[in-house]
């Protein structure tokens, strides 16, 4: 009998080991590039958020810029003559400068989150979509792919829900970028990794010749 032509599609698709060499040379230089991105990414969390989650400058340094959760005018508890003080993380929210109201829409805080936020969301959204484009000609089941492809978008959420909670609720919900950033972060490197070497190492039989 005939095998029914939907039961021979896996191994007629179109996948990254099958594609041509200018393809594939496409695919691995839009991942180079996206490392690239994403180690720089990495970089200004750690100086422009970690640290400042975690550190502030003394006393007797000049004032810092405002750190990612945006508490530049927060008092972290006694001022020292010398030595560091703890970070916004574990500022004391009772004791913020207070300042004459404003609408909400005007406050320096929410201008700056609003701005940061979203070019943050549109920064990464790009990069998986680009990562999401390779991950759809990887040598996988539908599945998996469809997960790969979803993930990303759901850290990157995530992550900027963090960016919001912890500028406006508490410096404690820093924590959630942990499995924000930790979700895109590992299926970018999954993604990346598999894609080389389904590109450039593994060996794949040609359509027709499987039995």
């Not at 490392?35 to 100086?47: F, S």
């Not at 508490?71 to 500022?91: C, E, I, K, W």
């Not at 539908?142 to 990303?152: A, E, F, G, I, N």
């Amino acid at each position: 009998m005939e095998s029914n032509p939907v039961d021979r599609q896996p191994d007629q698709r179109m996948t990254l080991a099958r594609m041509p060499t200018p393809a594939k040379a496409l695919a691995t230089c839009i991942i180079a590039v996206m490392t690239v991105g994403m180690l720089g990414a990495l970089g200004q969390i750690v100086v422009h958020d970690i640290i400042p989650t975690f550190y502030a400058q003394s006393a007797n340094d000049a004032p810092a810029p405002p750190s990612g959760d945006g508490h530049a005018g927060m008092n972290h508890g006694s001022p020292a003559s010398s030595g560091a003080v703890r970070g916004d993380l574990f500022a004391d929210l009772t004791t913020v400068d207070k300042k004459p109201a404003k609408p909400f829409y005007q406050q320096e805080q929410f201008v700056w989150t609003l701005k940061w936020t979203h070019i943050h969301l549109f920064g990464m959204s790009m990069i998986f979509i680009f990562v999401g484009a390779i991950t759809i000609w990887l040598d996988a089941g539908s599945s998996l792919r469809t997960w790969l492809v979803v993930l990303p978008f759901v850290g990157v959420l995530v992550d900027i829900t963090a960016m919001w909670m912890k500028a406006f609720v508490s410096p404690a919900f820093f924590w959630l970028h942990v499995p924000g950033g930790g979700l895109f972060a590992a299926v970018f490197a999954y993604v990346s990794l598999r894609a080389l070497w389904e590109m450039w190492f593994k060996t794949m039989p040609e359509p027709g010749l499987r039995s």
